[in-house]
Protein backbone atom coordinates (compact mmCIF):
# COMPACT_ATOMS: atom_id res chain seq x y z
CA UNK A 1 0.00 0.00 0.00
CA UNK A 2 1.42 3.09 -1.47
CA UNK A 3 0.45 6.81 -0.17
CA UNK A 4 0.03 9.63 -2.50
CA UNK A 5 1.53 12.55 -2.82
CA UNK A 6 1.07 15.58 -5.22
CA UNK A 7 3.88 13.68 -7.42
CA UNK A 8 1.06 10.63 -7.72
CA UNK A 9 2.24 7.32 -5.36
CA UNK A 10 4.80 7.57 -3.36
CA UNK A 11 7.10 4.46 -2.74
CA UNK A 12 6.38 2.18 0.15
CA UNK A 13 9.35 2.38 2.97
CA UNK A 14 10.82 -0.29 4.45
CA UNK A 15 12.67 0.28 7.03
CA UNK A 16 15.69 -2.87 8.07
CA UNK A 17 16.54 -2.40 11.68
CA UNK A 18 19.59 -4.57 11.28
CA UNK A 19 20.69 -6.34 15.03
CA UNK A 20 24.38 -7.14 15.02
CA UNK A 21 25.43 -10.41 13.48
CA UNK A 22 22.43 -10.57 11.33
CA UNK A 23 22.17 -12.78 8.77
CA UNK A 24 23.28 -11.58 5.36
CA UNK A 25 21.58 -13.73 2.94
CA UNK A 26 17.87 -13.05 5.11
CA UNK A 27 18.62 -9.23 3.97
CA UNK A 28 19.12 -10.33 0.45
CA UNK A 29 16.29 -12.66 0.31
CA UNK A 30 13.73 -9.99 1.83
CA UNK A 31 14.63 -7.17 -0.47
CA UNK A 32 15.37 -8.47 -3.58
CA UNK A 33 11.82 -9.20 -4.67
CA UNK A 34 11.16 -5.36 -3.71
CA UNK A 35 14.48 -4.80 -5.96
CA UNK A 36 13.03 -6.15 -9.06
CA UNK A 37 8.98 -5.30 -8.24
CA UNK A 38 10.80 -1.33 -8.71
CA UNK A 39 12.57 -2.34 -12.36
CA UNK A 40 9.67 -4.12 -13.59
CA UNK A 41 7.15 -1.38 -12.85
CA UNK A 42 6.79 1.87 -14.70
CA UNK A 43 7.62 3.84 -11.06
CA UNK A 44 9.14 2.81 -7.97
CA UNK A 45 7.16 0.49 -5.71
CA UNK A 46 9.32 0.54 -2.66
CA UNK A 47 12.42 2.32 -0.95
CA UNK A 48 14.83 0.78 1.77
CA UNK A 49 16.42 2.65 4.47
CA UNK A 50 19.19 0.52 7.09
CA UNK A 51 18.66 1.74 10.23
CA UNK A 52 19.95 0.59 13.84
CA UNK A 53 20.06 1.63 17.40
CA UNK A 54 23.61 3.09 16.98
CA UNK A 55 24.15 4.94 13.68
CA UNK A 56 27.09 3.63 12.06
CA UNK A 57 28.34 -0.06 10.33
CA UNK A 58 26.34 -2.86 11.66
CA UNK A 59 28.49 -6.31 10.80
CA UNK A 60 27.04 -8.89 9.61
CA UNK A 61 27.70 -13.16 10.71
CA UNK A 62 29.41 -13.08 7.38
CA UNK A 63 31.67 -10.08 8.11
CA UNK A 64 30.08 -7.77 5.35
CA UNK A 65 29.34 -4.05 7.42
CA UNK A 66 25.92 -2.29 6.31
CA UNK A 67 25.90 1.52 7.17
CA UNK A 68 23.28 2.43 9.06
CA UNK A 69 21.70 5.92 10.36
CA UNK A 70 19.65 6.02 13.67
CA UNK A 71 16.11 5.15 14.77
CA UNK A 72 13.61 6.94 12.59
CA UNK A 73 12.16 9.84 14.77
CA UNK A 74 9.26 9.60 12.39
CA UNK A 75 7.33 6.78 10.82
CA UNK A 76 4.97 6.97 7.97
CA UNK A 77 1.44 5.07 8.64
CA UNK A 78 2.33 2.49 5.28
CA UNK A 79 5.71 1.91 6.39
CA UNK A 80 7.08 -1.20 6.97
CA UNK A 81 9.77 -2.21 9.73
CA UNK A 82 12.18 -5.20 9.20
CA UNK A 83 13.92 -5.69 12.44
CA UNK A 84 16.60 -8.16 11.26
CA UNK A 85 18.40 -10.26 13.78
CA UNK A 86 20.28 -13.53 14.26
CA UNK A 87 23.27 -14.54 16.33
CA UNK A 88 22.85 -13.55 19.77
CA UNK A 89 19.68 -11.85 19.33
CA UNK A 90 17.71 -14.35 21.40
CA UNK A 91 19.89 -12.39 24.29
CA UNK A 92 19.68 -9.28 22.79
CA UNK A 93 17.69 -6.30 25.23
CA UNK A 94 18.55 -2.88 24.22
CA UNK A 95 15.82 -0.22 26.02
CA UNK A 96 16.31 1.99 23.51
CA UNK A 97 15.22 -0.12 20.53
CA UNK A 98 12.45 -2.47 23.11
CA UNK A 99 11.10 1.32 23.35
CA UNK A 100 11.23 2.00 19.77
CA UNK A 101 9.16 -0.91 18.81
CA UNK A 102 6.36 -0.41 21.60
CA UNK A 103 5.65 3.13 20.49
CA UNK A 104 6.03 2.13 16.65
CA UNK A 105 3.35 -0.43 18.08
CA UNK A 106 0.93 2.13 19.43
CA UNK A 107 1.33 4.68 16.18
CA UNK A 108 -0.28 1.08 14.69
CA UNK A 109 3.02 0.59 11.86
CA UNK A 110 3.15 -3.08 10.73
CA UNK A 111 6.55 -4.85 11.43
CA UNK A 112 7.92 -8.01 11.17
CA UNK A 113 11.11 -9.75 13.03
CA UNK A 114 13.04 -11.75 11.45
CA UNK A 115 15.00 -14.78 12.18
CA UNK A 116 16.03 -14.72 15.83
CA UNK A 117 14.33 -11.33 16.20
CA UNK A 118 11.07 -12.61 17.29
CA UNK A 119 12.91 -13.14 20.59
CA UNK A 120 13.26 -9.00 20.70
CA UNK A 121 9.44 -8.43 19.75
CA UNK A 122 8.92 -10.90 22.56
CA UNK A 123 11.39 -8.65 25.15
CA UNK A 124 9.19 -5.68 23.90
CA UNK A 125 5.66 -7.29 24.50
CA UNK A 126 4.56 -7.30 21.12
CA UNK A 127 4.06 -10.71 20.75
CA UNK A 128 2.14 -11.68 23.95
CA UNK A 129 -1.04 -14.11 22.77
CA UNK A 130 0.30 -14.15 19.48
CA UNK A 131 1.32 -16.40 16.82
CA UNK A 132 5.47 -16.23 16.18
CA UNK A 133 7.71 -18.25 14.48
CA UNK A 134 11.65 -17.95 14.42
CA UNK A 135 14.43 -20.08 12.92
CA UNK A 136 13.66 -24.07 13.59
CA UNK A 137 16.58 -24.28 15.29
CA UNK A 138 16.10 -22.14 18.20
CA UNK A 139 11.87 -22.82 18.28
CA UNK A 140 12.03 -24.93 20.90
CA UNK A 141 13.76 -22.48 23.20
CA UNK A 142 11.62 -19.55 22.07
CA UNK A 143 8.30 -21.60 23.31
CA UNK A 144 10.34 -22.53 26.55
CA UNK A 145 11.23 -19.06 26.97
CA UNK A 146 8.04 -17.23 26.21
CA UNK A 147 5.28 -19.88 26.83
CA UNK A 148 2.41 -17.22 26.08
CA UNK A 149 3.29 -17.10 22.75
CA UNK A 150 1.58 -19.71 19.78
CA UNK A 151 5.14 -20.45 18.64
CA UNK A 152 4.86 -22.22 15.22
CA UNK A 153 7.18 -24.13 12.78
CA UNK A 154 6.33 -22.37 9.99
CA UNK A 155 7.65 -19.92 6.83
CA UNK A 156 6.61 -16.66 8.22
CA UNK A 157 3.35 -15.83 10.21
CA UNK A 158 0.92 -12.96 10.38
CA UNK A 159 -1.02 -12.05 13.55
CA UNK A 160 -2.31 -8.15 12.48
CA UNK A 161 0.15 -6.14 12.01
CA UNK A 162 2.89 -7.78 13.86
CA UNK A 163 4.57 -10.56 11.77
CA UNK A 164 7.40 -12.62 12.34
CA UNK A 165 9.54 -14.53 9.59
CA UNK A 166 11.63 -17.43 10.43
CA UNK A 167 14.74 -16.39 7.61
CA UNK A 168 17.08 -17.09 5.31
CA UNK A 169 15.19 -18.10 2.10
CA UNK A 170 11.80 -17.77 3.99
CA UNK A 171 11.91 -13.64 3.34
CA UNK A 172 11.71 -14.43 -0.58
CA UNK A 173 8.43 -15.94 0.06
CA UNK A 174 6.90 -13.63 2.99
CA UNK A 175 8.24 -10.37 0.61
CA UNK A 176 6.50 -12.23 -2.03
CA UNK A 177 3.12 -12.44 -0.05
CA UNK A 178 3.48 -8.67 0.86
CA UNK A 179 3.67 -7.52 -2.90
CA UNK A 180 0.80 -9.59 -3.97
CA UNK A 181 -1.31 -8.47 -1.06
CA UNK A 182 -0.14 -5.02 -2.26
CA UNK A 183 0.39 -5.33 -6.03
CA UNK A 184 -1.56 -8.56 -7.07
CA UNK A 185 -0.43 -11.96 -8.71
CA UNK A 186 1.10 -10.95 -11.77
CA UNK A 187 3.56 -8.85 -10.26
CA UNK A 188 4.53 -11.78 -8.07
CA UNK A 189 4.56 -14.62 -10.88
CA UNK A 190 7.10 -11.93 -12.81
CA UNK A 191 8.75 -11.35 -9.94
CA UNK A 192 9.90 -15.18 -9.03
CA UNK A 193 10.34 -15.54 -12.41
CA UNK A 194 13.48 -13.51 -12.15
CA UNK A 195 14.35 -14.98 -9.27
CA UNK A 196 13.98 -18.22 -10.43
CA UNK A 197 11.92 -18.84 -7.18
CA UNK A 198 8.80 -21.76 -7.77
CA UNK A 199 7.00 -22.34 -6.04
CA UNK A 200 6.17 -19.23 -3.77
CA UNK A 201 5.50 -20.96 -0.61
CA UNK A 202 2.54 -20.14 1.43
CA UNK A 203 3.00 -19.07 5.39
CA UNK A 204 2.28 -22.11 6.90
CA UNK A 205 4.84 -24.05 4.54
CA UNK A 206 7.56 -26.05 6.79
CA UNK A 207 10.59 -24.69 7.23
CA UNK A 208 12.65 -28.13 6.83
CA UNK A 209 12.14 -31.34 4.89
CA UNK A 210 14.86 -32.84 6.62
CA UNK A 211 16.20 -33.60 9.92
CA UNK A 212 19.90 -34.83 8.83
CA UNK A 213 18.46 -37.50 6.68
CA UNK A 214 16.28 -36.69 3.24
CA UNK A 215 12.93 -37.64 4.25
CA UNK A 216 11.48 -37.73 0.51
CA UNK A 217 11.59 -41.07 -1.28
CA UNK A 218 11.75 -42.60 2.40
CA UNK A 219 8.78 -44.98 3.18
CA UNK A 220 5.77 -43.60 4.94
CA UNK A 221 6.19 -45.89 8.04
CA UNK A 222 9.57 -44.47 8.44
CA UNK A 223 8.98 -40.83 7.82
CA UNK A 224 5.93 -40.89 10.13
CA UNK A 225 7.65 -42.60 12.78
CA UNK A 226 10.10 -39.68 12.37
CA UNK A 227 7.40 -37.10 12.80
CA UNK A 228 6.14 -38.68 16.34
CA UNK A 229 9.89 -39.00 17.58
CA UNK A 230 10.10 -35.24 16.83
CA UNK A 231 6.48 -34.29 18.15
CA UNK A 232 7.72 -36.21 21.77
CA UNK A 233 10.97 -34.89 22.48
CA UNK A 234 10.24 -34.48 25.92
CA UNK A 235 8.57 -37.87 26.96
CA UNK A 236 9.87 -40.18 24.21
CA UNK A 237 7.40 -42.86 22.99
CA UNK A 238 9.06 -46.12 22.87
CA UNK A 239 10.06 -48.29 19.72
CA UNK A 240 6.53 -50.68 20.80
CA UNK A 241 4.52 -47.88 20.97
CA UNK A 242 5.88 -46.10 17.81
CA UNK A 243 5.46 -49.31 15.75
CA UNK A 244 1.75 -49.48 17.15
CA UNK A 245 1.52 -45.92 15.73
CA UNK A 246 2.16 -47.07 12.26
CA UNK A 247 0.35 -50.27 12.42
CA UNK A 248 3.45 -52.92 11.85
CA UNK A 249 5.36 -54.81 14.38
CA UNK A 250 8.57 -53.64 16.00
CA UNK A 251 10.75 -56.04 14.18
CA UNK A 252 9.51 -54.73 10.61
CA UNK A 253 10.00 -51.00 11.61
CA UNK A 254 13.43 -51.62 13.00
CA UNK A 255 14.44 -52.99 10.20
CA UNK A 256 12.75 -50.37 7.72
CA UNK A 257 14.27 -47.95 9.99
CA UNK A 258 17.61 -49.18 9.27
CA UNK A 259 17.46 -49.90 6.02
CA UNK A 260 16.16 -46.20 5.22
CA UNK A 261 18.03 -44.48 7.79
CA UNK A 262 21.24 -46.09 8.71
CA UNK A 263 20.50 -46.67 12.31
CA UNK A 264 18.37 -47.88 14.77
CA UNK A 265 15.10 -46.01 16.47
CA UNK A 266 16.49 -45.78 19.37
CA UNK A 267 19.67 -44.08 18.41
CA UNK A 268 18.13 -41.60 15.69
CA UNK A 269 15.39 -40.52 18.80
CA UNK A 270 18.64 -40.06 21.09
CA UNK A 271 20.18 -37.72 18.43
CA UNK A 272 17.02 -35.89 18.15
CA UNK A 273 16.71 -35.39 21.87
CA UNK A 274 20.20 -33.66 21.92
CA UNK A 275 19.91 -31.55 19.17
CA UNK A 276 17.13 -30.20 21.43
CA UNK A 277 18.90 -30.24 24.40
CA UNK A 278 21.76 -28.11 22.92
CA UNK A 279 19.30 -25.68 21.31
CA UNK A 280 17.91 -25.38 24.83
CA UNK A 281 21.52 -24.95 26.27
CA UNK A 282 22.35 -21.65 24.43
CA UNK A 283 18.68 -20.12 24.27
CA UNK A 284 17.21 -20.29 27.44
CA UNK A 285 18.74 -19.95 31.09
CA UNK A 286 17.25 -23.42 32.51
CA UNK A 287 20.07 -25.88 34.33
CA UNK A 288 21.74 -28.35 32.78
CA UNK A 289 19.24 -30.76 34.71
CA UNK A 290 16.63 -29.08 33.65
CA UNK A 291 17.37 -29.26 29.80
CA UNK A 292 17.84 -32.72 30.58
CA UNK A 293 14.46 -33.65 31.86
CA UNK A 294 13.19 -31.32 29.13
CA UNK A 295 14.77 -33.37 26.42
CA UNK A 296 13.47 -36.43 27.47
CA UNK A 297 16.55 -38.27 30.23
CA UNK A 298 15.86 -39.32 33.42
CA UNK A 299 19.08 -39.87 33.99
CA UNK A 300 21.59 -36.35 34.44
CA UNK A 301 24.66 -38.41 33.93
CA UNK A 302 23.44 -40.34 31.10
CA UNK A 303 22.65 -36.81 29.45
CA UNK A 304 25.71 -35.38 30.47
CA UNK A 305 28.21 -38.66 28.88
CA UNK A 306 25.50 -39.12 25.40
CA UNK A 307 25.77 -35.33 25.10
CA UNK A 308 29.88 -35.18 25.36
CA UNK A 309 30.34 -38.39 23.37
CA UNK A 310 27.57 -36.82 20.40
CA UNK A 311 29.43 -33.11 20.49
CA UNK A 312 32.65 -33.80 22.06
CA UNK A 313 32.00 -31.29 25.09
CA UNK A 314 29.76 -31.32 28.30
CA UNK A 315 26.64 -29.47 28.22
CA UNK A 316 27.78 -26.77 30.43
CA UNK A 317 30.28 -26.08 28.27
CA UNK A 318 28.06 -25.60 25.45
CA UNK A 319 25.77 -22.47 27.14
CA UNK A 320 26.59 -20.19 24.24
CA UNK A 321 26.78 -20.85 20.52
CA UNK A 322 29.05 -17.79 19.15
CA UNK A 323 30.83 -16.32 22.31
CA UNK A 324 31.70 -12.66 21.71
CA UNK A 325 35.06 -13.49 21.99
CA UNK A 326 35.28 -15.61 19.07
CA UNK A 327 35.12 -14.65 15.52
CA UNK A 328 32.76 -17.13 14.30
CA UNK A 329 29.60 -19.34 15.47
CA UNK A 330 30.79 -22.74 16.83
CA UNK A 331 28.34 -25.37 16.00
CA UNK A 332 30.00 -28.64 16.37
CA UNK A 333 27.97 -32.10 14.99
CA UNK A 334 25.54 -32.55 12.55
CA UNK A 335 23.03 -35.14 12.12
CA UNK A 336 23.84 -36.22 8.89
CA UNK A 337 27.58 -36.56 10.20
CA UNK A 338 26.23 -38.41 13.11
CA UNK A 339 24.00 -40.64 11.15
CA UNK A 340 27.51 -41.67 8.90
CA UNK A 341 29.06 -42.64 12.00
CA UNK A 342 26.13 -44.76 12.85
CA UNK A 343 26.66 -45.75 9.66
CA UNK A 344 30.68 -46.96 9.94
CA UNK A 345 29.97 -48.61 13.07
CA UNK A 346 27.60 -50.76 11.36
CA UNK A 347 30.27 -51.88 8.97
CA UNK A 348 32.79 -52.43 12.36
CA UNK A 349 34.51 -49.50 11.09
CA UNK A 350 34.21 -47.03 14.44
CA UNK A 351 33.26 -48.59 17.69
CA UNK A 352 30.57 -46.72 19.28
CA UNK A 353 27.76 -47.61 21.81
CA UNK A 354 24.13 -47.08 21.32
CA UNK A 355 22.59 -45.59 23.82
CA UNK A 356 19.35 -46.66 25.53
Known amino acids: ?173 FMLDQIRQNHGDALVGEISDNILHHPVRDSTHSQRKTLGHGLEGLPQNVSTVVELMDQHLVEPLTVPQLAEQVGISQRQLERQFNTAIGCSVVQFGLLLRLQHARVLLISTDLGVREIATASGFNSLSHFAYSFR ?34 KLKQHGLTPIDEAH
Not at 311 to 330: C, I, L, N, S, V
Request: aromatic share 10%; charged share 20%; glycine share 8%.
Open 1 to 173: MSSTDAQGPRPTRIVCILVPRFNMMSVVSLLEPLRIANYLSPSPLYETTFCATDAGEVWASNGMPIRCEGLPEKLNQDDLVLLIGSWGAEHYSDTRLLSWLRRADRQGIRQCAVEMAPYIFARAGLLTGRRATVHWSYLPGFKEVFPDINGQEQLFTSDGRIMTCAGSSAGLD
Open 309 to 342: KCFGRKPREYRQAWPKHKEAPDWPGTLSNYLETL
